[in-house]
Each structure stands twice: as C-alpha cells, then as structure tokens.
Nanobody, 124 residues
Framework: QVQLVESGGGLVQAGGSLRLSCAAS????????MGWFRQAPGKEREFVAA????????SYADSVKGRFTISRDNAKNTVYLQMNSLKPEDTAVYYC?????????????????WGQGTQVTVSS
C-alpha cells in the first residue's frame, strides 16, 4: 500500500505560480506511474498530468500544456507539479495519484492510490 500526501496548494493571483508536492510513503514509488488530477466544484475529476516510473514519458492535458510541468525525484519518493501562468479556471482541488504499473495513465481508473487533495485557488 502507498500513502500519498499533497502539499503546496494555496491562494494565488492570476499569472502567478505554485509548486505542488506529493510525498509517498509505505512503498517506494520508483516503479510507480504517477499522475495529477483536479476537481473543481460541480465538475468531474479531470486529468492534469502524468509521468512514467522512470520519468521518461510525460503527458499533459491540453488545458495546462506549456504552463504546468510534472517531475519526480524517486530518491525522495516525491512527485511535483510546477504550475506557472495560473488562471482562475485552474482553481480546483488537486489530487496526486499512483499505480504500480509501467507507462502512463490518463484516467482516474489507471490509478490505485490517491492523496487527500490540496486546494488551489487562483483569483482574477
């Protein structure tokens, strides 16, 4: 079993930046695909970004491509989401997810482990 804990959320003005972190414990994440999802009020959870266990394969949702960067430090059992040029429509609870599989996952059904979420609010 893997426990995931997100941090780094907060309130930021439009155009600003935040870096989210997802710390894993209970099992090494070095061979675990990882992803970030978000859920805004009244909306379904949506894919944001994913990274393979080696970090060699990365995918982004079109809405964040060019603004967000996912990365991982397997030595620290941590995955990051650097968010730049934030927009009010990026406001949501952001969730970290993991799965002991190779490759990428772009849907929530591709993941077994979930964090509790961290709130990101972007003011206009």
């Amino acid at each position: 079993q893997v426990q995931l804990v997100e941090s780094g959320g907060g309130l930021v003005q439009a155009g600003g930046s935040l870096r989210l972190s997802c710390a894993a414990s209970g099992r090494t994440v070095s061979r675990t695909r990882m992803g970030w999802f978000r859920q805004a009020p009244g909306k379904e959870r949506e894919f944001v970004a994913a990274i393979s266990w080696s970090g060699g394969i990365i995918s982004y949702a079109d809405s964040v491509k060019g603004r967000f960067t996912i990365s991982r430090d397997n030595a620290k059992n941590t995955v990051y989401l650097q968010m730049n040029s934030l927009k009010p429509e990026d406001t949501a609870v952001y969730y970290c997810a993991g799965s002991p599989n190779y490759g990428l996952g772009r849907t929530q059904y591709d993941y077994n482990y979930w964090g509790q979420g961290t709130q990101v609010t972007v003011s206009s």
